[in-house]
């Protein structure tokens, strides 16, 4: 499924970061966002997965369409890895979970609590669940954190058979994947200026009126 982002500005905290946003990415196609720490990444990356609203501009299509995986691993502690990926097979309507133990190499960790994995091996369950959304669009922000070397292969191909199988990803990350085909777009270019902040805030039209 294509993503389709057109003339986008985001506010953190407010404030004005982000303007005239606009992107698409192709069925198949992922591209990986790059720019200084608080350029404005994950606000960006929030606002398409539809947990902050744009202030302007649209996104197509909705955030039904796509996956969010955040820096938090979002895991429930006192289940097993198993009793964890069933409840995102339920919630997703997914026919199992023996995909995603596949993709990420959990099976050895199933009947372990999620409290007592490693901070790589939490981030592994907490990727696995991408795989179990059927969603075609995956929204990520550096979710190669805690992964070492050869989970962050495993990471890449689970991306890549996304990819190959109609999908689309938007991935902020430091780290080159080899993922074929990857574009690359720097959100510095988008940095909002004094005055389109000033702008976007009513209260000061109002005090200036």
């Known amino acids: 499924m294509r993503l389709e982002v057109q003339d986008l500005q985001c506010q953190r905290g407010g404030v004005t970061i982000l303007s005239n946003v606009s992107f698409t990415v192709e069925e198949g196609e992922a591209l990986v966002l790059r720019g200084p720490n608080g350029a404005g990444k994950t606000t960006l990356l929030r606002v398409l997965a ?3 609203p744009p202030v302007t501009g649209t996104i197509r299509p909705g955030p039904e369409a796509i996956a969010y995986g955040a820096h938090a691993d979002g895991l429930k502690a006192q289940m097993t890895v198993a009793e964890n990926l069933g409840f995102w097979a339920d919630v997703f309507g997914h026919p199992g979970i ?4 596949e993709a990420f190499s959990l099976s050895g960790l199933l009947d372990r609590r999620a409290q007592y ?3 790589g091996q939490k981030r592994r369950l907490s990727l696995a669940r991408l795989v179990l959304t059927g969603r075609p669009i995956w929204v990520l922000d550096e ?3 805690s992964l070492d070397a050869r989970n ?3 990471f890449a191909a689970a991306v890549g058979r996304h ?3 109609g ?3 938007v991935i902020a990350t430091h780290i080159d994947l080899g993922l074929p085909g990857a574009r690359t777009l720097d959100i510095a270019a988008f940095a909002a200026t004094p005055e389109e902040d000033e702008a976007a805030d009513p209260f000061l039209d109002e005090a200036l009126s």
């Not at 023996?98 to 133990?101: S, Y």
């Open 50 to 52: 539809g947990l902050a």
């Open 98 to 101: 023996d995909d995603a133990v």
């Open 152 to 154: 962050v292969e495993r």
């Open 117 to 119: 994995l490693s901070a």
């Open 167 to 169: 999908g689309a990803a």
């Open 143 to 145: 979710p190669t954190v």
């Open 163 to 165: 990819l190959d199988g």
